[in-house]
Every structure is written in structure tokens, then in C-alpha cells.
């Protein structure tokens, strides 16, 4: 992070914040690796609050910079105009990711909105927030897609996709996550929306010891799987995915959606592919979703993958 680079930054934020819609947005992408110099920084907007995450160390004199950085985006004429009153500054690379509050009282929860829903999120208290905003048209998908079935969401965390299924007229939303403090705010995310919880359920299990229970509530018209790269003692992504693939036909409808999620750089949308050939033949590969323009990336199969699925009733000749 050279004082080119900073200034590179602190001129994409101004403009960025400028530009920003009413909800929230990513406002600088570094991860994406199209700025020299800042791929390790990301900065999101969330209405009212400017949250940066440093996923590695800089050295001590580039840190003064961009704090000093940082505090004169925060004294600007846009920062005003968009009524931002608190900033942020996360190192992601420490083991407890910890935050510095450098502007603004602080607070532990925040509520924000996306495609007119509302969601709670944790600032300065855990690693991540509540909600990956990359995953903005995802959502947007499952809401569009979702009117009159039955859904499972795996790896649910705070259920973003259950909201969005649910607001789009899901008719049963089965969330699954072994963190049952996420499925907590979860719940409470629907009821921030206002929704009948009466048709979601929230198992908080690990996955590979519940296919009993998982099947229970099935079959499903969609599955969503967005699973970590890595959790600890339960999943590792190149291990284990292809447990969930070979499962899949078993829980669908005959002619069942499914969205397969990859967030890996290193992994690209052939190992979905690939995959779902190798382990549920039946489904066949419909279209990989477009990534938000907020988060450019230098290489197509650098960014997120989201993968739709369709199992054939009848299989093709």
C-alpha cells in the first residue's frame, strides 16, 4: 500500500460513496485484484457506517497512511451529504479479527437494507458482519424463484437466503447451519421483514450427521448450497462437497433447482460442474449467476460462482 495507491483509494471512495444507493453496497473491491496495491482492502458501505477490512498486515507506516487517509474521506462534503457518522477499520488478519472504531460511538448491532429487506448485523464483534454482500444477486434469485415451493438452505448462517425465499413467497424454508447463534439472528431477521415463521425451520446441526432429519422435511424444489471454504472439524470444500452432490437427487423434486455456490479464488466453476457430472448426473448445468458490478475481479473465474442446477425428470439421450 504506496502513497499512490492510498490516494488510488481515496479517490475511488469519494466517488463511490457518492454514486452509492440508499441500501447498502460494497464500495472498493481490492480482493478482485484490479488495483495494484490494495488487494488486500475492501470497504463496504452500510448506510451510515464505512466498514474497511484489511486481510493482511501492512507495515506500520503504510497503516499511519491510511488512517490519516481514511479520516480526510471522513471530513469531505460527501461524507456529510450522505449522513455517514461512523468508520470502521477491521484486521481481518489477526486471529480475532479485531476492529478499531476511528469515527463514531459504537454499537454492536446495525440494521440495514438490501432489495427493500431488512437485516441485523454484528460491527466490530466478529469476523464477519452478518450478510456477504457479493452474494446481493443470489438472493435477489432465490426471491425470484422461490413463489410456492419448498426450500433447504444449507449452511444457512443468518439465513439471508430464508428471507429472501420466504419474502418471495417460499411456501416452507428448511435452514440448516451448526451455528445455532446464526440461526438465531436468523430468526431474527425474518422477524425484522415481518414474516410468519410458521413455514421456516431452523435445524442447527452439522450436516453430514442430520441427512435423516434433512430428508424429513423434504422433498425440496430448491436447494441452495453456500457452503465455507474451510470449518473446522466439519467441512473442507474440496473434501466434502461432493458428499452434499451425491445427495442431492435423493432430496429433490424430479425437476428440483439447485444453487451451488463456490467463493474460492483458487476454485473455479468446472469443479461444480465436474462435480455435479460425476456425483448427480440428473442435474443438468442451467447458467452461473452474475457477480454485483461493485465487485469487479481480474479474472472471471476469480469471484464468486453461483451455479444453477435443474434436476431432468427424464433422463437425456
Known amino acids: 500500500m504506496n502513497p499512490a495507491a492510498i490516494a488510488t483509494l481515496h479517490q475511488h471512495l469519494l466517488q463511490a460513496l457518492t454514486d452509492a444507493p440508499d441500501e447498502t453496497r460494497r464500495l472498493f473491491h481490492g480482493r478482485g485484484r484490479c488495483w495494484a496495491g ?26 499511519a497512511a491510511l488512517k490519516a487517509m481514511l479520516l480526510e474521506f471522513a471530513a469531505s462534503p460527501v461524507w456529510a451529504a450522505r449522513k455517514a457518522h461512523s468508520l470502521l477499520l477491521q484486521h481481518r488478519y489477526l486471529p480475532d479479527s479485531a476492529t478499531e472504531w476511528l469515527l463514531g460511538e459504537q454499537v454492536e448491532h446495525w440494521l440495514i437494507d438490501e432489495d427493500g429487506l431488512r437485516y441485523q448485523l454484528d460491527l466490530g464483534v466478529k469476523q464477519n458482519s452478518g450478510l456477504f454482500l457479493d452474494m446481493r444477486y443470489g438472493r435477489r434469485w432465490v426471491r425470484e424463484h422461490s413463489r410456492g415451493k419448498r426450500v433447504l438452505n444449507l449452511f444457512a448462517y443468518t439465513c439471508g437466503f430464508s428471507v429472501a425465499a420466504v419474502a418471495g413467497g417460499a411456501e416452507q424454508v428448511v435452514n440448516l447451519d451448526m451455528a445455532k447463534a446464526a ?5 431474527d431477521n425474518h422477524r425484522l421483514n415481518g414474516h410468519d415463521l410458521s413455514g421456516v ?8 450427521k442430520s441427512w435423516g432429519k434433512v430428508k424429513k422435511y423434504g422433498p425440496y424444489d430448491l436447494i441452495i448450497i453456500d457452503p465455507p471454504t474451510f470449518q473446522k472439524g466439519s467441512f473442507a470444500l474440496t473434501k466434502d462437497y461432493q458428499r452434499i452432490l451425491r ?31 460425476a456425483e448427480a448426473p440428473q442435474l443438468r448445468f442451467i447458467e452461473r449467476l452474475e457477480n454485483p458490478p461493485e465487485f469487479p475481479d481480474s479474472e472471471a473465474e476469480g469471484g464468486l460462482k453461483a451455479l444453477v442446477f435443474r434436476q431432468q425428470s427424464v433422463a437425456l439421450p
Open 38 to 63: 490494495l488487494e488486500q482492502v475492501t470497504v463496504d458501505w452500510l448506510q451510515g457506517v464505512v466498514l474497511v477490512a484489511l486481510f493482511r498486515e501492512p507495515q506500520a507506516e503504510e497503516l
Open 247 to 277: 445427495r442431492l437427487p435423493e432430496l429433490l423434486t424430479p425437476e428440483g433447482t439447485v444453487l451451488a455456490c463456490v467463493n474460492d479464488p483458487a476454485i473455479g466453476t468446472a469443479f461444480l460442474i465436474d462435480g455435479m457430472a
Open 183 to 187: 440461526l438465531s439472528r436468523g430468526r
Open 201 to 208: 425451520s431452523f435445524l442447527g446441526h452439522e450436516l453430514f
